[in-house]
């Protein structure tokens, strides 16, 4: 059986035949049958505009197409036209109701969220969060460029960035400058970006109380530490041999303490600072410096090798930057094996930058580890720990360090074959080596 609309189109050509035969009975009847034939046709032809018409009309309008019944092309045409615009309606209905849901989890967030323009940077859209975090309203703000409706914020430079823009943390909401607020751009296509905005005044003070804590009770440590010290310091484990194991334990775990507040101090320092001072960093006092201290660490049991191969100077803060590289070179000698090799090499890099890197031949990390060696107390192996004595929080405040002058720390490291710890400083921070620089570093 033909399908019903093939089957109205034979039925249409049927009666057109049937029109055309009649037109040319007629015009046998007249005795002249060509034009009788002629009126026939234009007769279905215009039929057939008519009806053509009435559709376009009808759709031109927008109105609903519904199918009039019967058989015929026209008529199965208007129901075609009929299910196409019944699913068209459907479809915008489902569209429609998912926009009303996105609208809807868009306005619940806490967080502000905002459509920005690439081209013009200007406000599309924005949810009723950003009212009370930035103080966007509508429809004052709609269409405005982003940089003046975020007065005082540096818009315009961040946006500048594009893909490459860093967050900006807690910096002062335009609507209360007493809220403290997480910008973040996400440009997810070619034309938009997303602008998200966070409150995390929250955040900052429970922030700021650890911070205070932390620093407080290692202050606070110290002075019973150095009593307990001073104390095993004067016992004598010749006066009761039984003793000595106890005493060598009691003051090993007592200088781990002592080292663990002090790391615990210097960390809070860091994180309390927002810069540091800037000196002339002479490089090659304090290479040496750190051989001595890596040679004195090691006792002899592993090979020491230091290349200066940049030949410059860093600006920047050398007591902490002496810190943070010690604790680099102290990590390489507890975790390389006796016979070992560990290597520091101070190089020039292709931006003209410099990257001082630190080389050992020990266990090595397994990559699952790599992105979480410098959150504080962070251990890859406990008991590895406790033998070496580390206190978990040298990388941490190497990361701060490097963070306070605009630097990077990279880790790679291959189980089995040893770590590379580098820090890269950009070439804002190269000087050339002076004669007469300062020495920031104690010999």
């Not at 003070?205 to 202050?219: G, K, P």
């Not at 600006?315 to 560990?342: M, W």
Request: net charge positive; proline share 6%; glycine share 8%.
């Amino acid at each position: 059986m033909l399908p019903t609309f093939h089957t109205a189109w034979f039925r249409t050509l049927a009666k057109l035949a049937l029109v055309l035969v009649a037109g040319l009975g007629l015009g046998l009847v007249l005795g002249k049958p060509w034009p009788g034939l002629a009126l026939a046709a234009l007769a279905v032809v215009g039929w057939h505009y008519w009806r053509l018409h009435r559709v376009l009309q009808r759709l031109a309008a927008r109105q609903r197409l519904e199918p009039a019944g019967g058989s015929g092309a026209w008529n199965e045409l208007d129901a075609l036209l009929f299910r196409g615009q019944s699913e068209m309606r459907a479809r915008k209905r489902r569209l429609l109701a998912m926009l009303r849901a996105y609208r809807a989890v868009a306005a619940a967030l806490p967080d502000a969220v905002v459509l920005v323009e690439r081209n013009s940077q200007r406000v599309l859209w924005f949810n009723e969060a950003a009212t009370p975090l930035l103080g966007l309203r509508y429809p004052r703000h709609h269409g405005a460029p982003v940089a003046d409706a975020l007065q005082p914020l540096p818009m315009a430079q961040w946006l500048a960035a594009g893909r490459n823009a860093e967050p900006m943390e807690d910096v002062a909401s335009p609507a209360d400058p007493g809220m403290r607020l997480s910008l973040r751009l996400l440009p997810y296509s070619d034309e938009l970006w997303l602008l998200l905005a966070r409150d995390v005044s929250k955040l900052l003070r429970l922030e700021h109380m650890r911070r205070d804590f932390v620093a407080n009770v290692s202050h606070e440590l110290r002075t019973p530490l150095t009593v307990i010290h001073g104390y095993l310091e004067m016992l004598d484990a010749d006066d009761n041999p039984e003793w000595s194991t106890l005493l060598a334990e009691m003051r090993r775990q007592s200088q781990r303490m002592a080292r663990l507040v002090e790391d615990l101090l210097t960390l809070s320092r860091l994180e309390a600072r927002d810069q540091l001072p800037e000196e002339q960093v002479a490089m090659a006092p304090l290479l040496a410096s750190l051989r001595r201290e890596a040679e004195a660490l090691s006792g002899g049991r592993h090979r020491i090798q230091v290349e200066d191969d940049a030949q410059v100077d860093l600006r920047g803060a050398g007591k902490e930057l002496h810190s943070a590289f010690g604790n680099l070179v102290s990590n390489a000698v507890r975790y390389t094996p006796d016979g070992g090799q560990i290597s520091l090499r101070f190089a020039r890099t292709a931006d003209g930058g410099a990257v001082l890197s630190v080389r050992d031949t020990g266990y090595g990390i397994p990559a699952a580890h790599l992105p979480r060696l410098t959150e504080r107390f962070y251990r890859v192996s406990t008991s590895r720990s406790r033998e070496t004595g580390g206190t978990g929080l040298g990388l941490a405040i190497v990361k701060h360090v490097l963070g306070l002058h605009g630097a990077q720390l990279q880790i790679t490291s291959d189980v089995g074959t040893g770590s590379t710890f580098s820090c890269h400083f950009g070439a804002e921070r190269v000087l050339d080596r002076g004669l007469d620089a300062p020495l920031p570093v104690p010999p």
